[in-house]
């Protein structure tokens, strides 16, 4: 099997099954997002419905995290970042062929909806603000970083192996970008 398409399988399985999951009042979870404004390194998100609102609303993922800042915690060149929707996340993708590292936006769950899913999932701080690793089997880490109690910025890395911990590098990505957020 091509092992590109299993990088993007283990990145799209981290974001869903540790990521997703409906708000904590039984409500029905409605898609996230408001259009982001545009800029000369990343597309427009698209939109995609209603969301509660509140402090990441419209928000644009390639804001919170440089090309330049990305490719320096990699080691390695990346793709020009492409806002895509993924669930309920607004992501943007510094390596959309690979899937190695995305930075995303849920203006629709906290914390509290965070799903292990078979993780190793770790409460931690960043920075001011709470937040929770997930370690995936399959060299993948998610350092999930609480805004509200219905919004967070997920930070996902693929490390391509279960051989290599990407989750010291997740960590460095969710240090740059957790002093840009509310």
Avoid: Y
């Amino acid at each position: 099997m091509n092992p590109r398409i299993i990088l993007i399988g283990a990145a799209v399985a981290l974001f869903a099954a540790t990521a997703c999951g409906g708000p904590a009042d039984g409500q029905s979870d409605p898609t996230a997002g408001a259009s982001a404004p545009e800029s000369a390194q990343q597309t427009t998100a698209p939109q995609v419905g209603p969301s509660r609102g509140g402090p990441l609303d419209g928000l644009d993922p390639c804001t919170l995290l440089t090309k330049a800042e990305a490719e320096a915690i990699t080691g390695a060149q990346t793709a020009e970042p492409v806002v895509e929707q993924l669930g309920s996340a607004r992501v943007c993708n510094f390596s959309p062929r690979t899937a190695r590292l995305g930075v995303g936006v849920r203006t629709t769950a906290g914390l509290a909806q965070v799903q292990s899913n078979g993780n190793v999932v770790q409460e931690i701080m960043v920075g001011r603000h709470q937040a929770k690793q997930a370690i995936g089997a399959t060299g993948s880490c998610g350092v999930f970083i609480g805004v509200t109690e219905s919004s967070r910025v997920d930070v996902v890395l693929n490390s391509g192996t279960p051989d290599e911990d990407p989750c010291p590098a997740a960590m460095k990505v969710a240090e740059l970008v957790e002093p840009r957020l509310p």
